[in-house]
């Protein structure tokens, strides 16, 4: 667990501090490691990058609903959304929508083209509401446990 903590905050830490860390030698914190990679306890290591930096500082999550809920639609919408990659995440969900999209554009403008273009015209989609976030309280966290 303490591995895992630690590449959470740093996953570029090298396995020397990671070892000194954790207080193991680095071939015992490198088997470790690596059997956390083996089942799949570390799914990948990737950077993080500044969104305001690549010209995508506009966060927009959008509501989706589609025109029935059935496993065909489902799927279909699925296949699709995962073909667009400016979709951050794509999230099933109870209530009031069938999904949740996250996504990041430039602007208002860019994200309305996305959406005229590519949203709308998507498999099933019956209404989207869109939500523009004003302030990223938190976002990404690490996993507490």
Avoid: W
């Amino acid at each position: 667990m303490k591995i895992l903590r630690l590449l959470q905050q740093d996953g570029r830490m090298g396995n020397a501090e990671l070892a000194r860390r954790v207080n193991a030698s680095a071939a015992t914190c490198h088997r470790r490691t690596q059997r956390l990679f083996d089942l799949g306890y570390v799914q990948s290591v990737r950077a993080q990058v500044d969104p305001h930096k690549v010209e995508r500082a506009a966060l927009v999550m959008v509501g989706v609903v589609l025109d029935r809920s059935t496993p065909e639609s489902f799927a279909a919408f699925e296949a699709a959304i995962k073909g667009l990659s400016f979709i951050l995440d794509c999230h099933l969900v109870a209530g009031d929508f069938d999904y949740f999209l996250k996504i990041r554009v430039r602007d208002m403008a860019d994200f309305n083209r996305l959406h005229g273009e590519q949203l709308i015209a998507l498999p099933g989609v019956r209404q989207t509401r869109t939500f523009f976030v004003m302030k990223e309280v938190v976002d990404n966290a690490p996993l507490s446990f």
